[in-house]
């Protein structure tokens, strides 16, 4: 007999491809949508590094012993955030976003917070890929071994924020009208 958690990741592996379609689908959804397209997911978590630049810069005056430059010590620190903020606001999202379908159709609740987590995950991946070799060229970010740690942390960030959003907690109340 399986524990609970191989059923899970059973009924998962049964409809990869329905979760394939779905983040696809989501992927395609979010850059068809936006008039700039992906340059959007890159170019909101900039904005916010460029806000808390100026206001702790120039207002607040805070002091940084960043051994960086501030400016890309606060872009570094914005995607990994922006990358746990979006799962857990898409996650939680796609649950309500997708009610009627849930009614209609016999898949695994999992499948959608899943589904909005990797399509998440995507959209870092591009970030970082333009991102952190830019800031590598201009000296801010040493290049070195360390950076092999980068698919270990961007994966404890996946799962953590993956948990959170497709716990019953977050979406407890919601699941009584699904019932």
Not at 162 to 174: K, L
Request: proline content about 7%.
């Amino acid at each position: 007999m399986r524990n609970n958690i191989g059923v899970a990741v059973g009924d998962l592996w049964r409809y990869r491809g329905f979760l394939w379609n779905v983040t696809v689908l989501s992927l395609r959804l979010r850059y068809k949508v936006a008039v700039l397209g992906f340059l959007w997911s890159l170019l909101r978590p900039l904005f916010l590094a460029l806000v808390l630049f100026v206001v702790f810069r120039s207002f607040v005056r805070f002091p940084v012993d960043a051994p960086v430059g501030y400016g890309a010590w606060i872009v570094a620190s914005m995607l990994p955030w922006a990358f746990f903020a979006s799962i857990l606001f898409d996650g939680v999202g796609c649950l309500v976003g997708n009610t009627s379908l849930l009614q209609k159709v016999s898949v695994p609740i999992e499948i959608f917070p899943l589904s909005a987590a990797l399509a998440n995950l995507v959209n870092f991946t591009l970030a970082v890929v333009v991102v952190l070799p830019l800031l590598a060229l201009l000296g801010a970010i040493p290049v070195g071994p360390g950076w092999f740690m980068l698919p270990v942390i961007a994966l404890h960030i996946f799962l953590s924020a993956q948990a959170s959003s497709a716990s019953p907690a977050p979406c407890s109340s919601s699941t009584a009208m699904w019932a």
